[in-house]
């Protein structure tokens, strides 16, 4: 059995009841830039089926080239970046269905 603990002085927890919390965003749907980079290359299209695993970009930075892969079989719905962009972090890169 697992549970979720936060130690908080006296102060704190009176704070901590005035917090709105976070909204959950679902972002599953998304192949997301990890960090700033560029965009070396694509690996799917449009329409492309892709499986758990497959890869589906690089991004360079930091002189490392980062391969980016599915978690989840899916279809390509929208690619928002060509190779040779510059990508902020969580930038979506590629949408899928």
Known sequence: MN???AVLSAED???ASHMIPR???????FCLSPMPGT???LAV?????VEDGQ???VVEAMKMQNSLRAEAKGVVKTISC???DTLEPDQIIIEFE
């Open 23 to 29: 909204e959950e965003i679902n972002m599953s749907k």
């Open 3 to 5: 549970y979720d603990v």
């Open 39 to 41: 965009l070396v290359s």
């Open 55 to 57: 890869e589906l970009a």
């Open 45 to 49: 299209e449009v329409g492309q089926a």
């Open 13 to 15: 927890e009176a704070l």
């Open 82 to 84: 060509v190779p040779g």
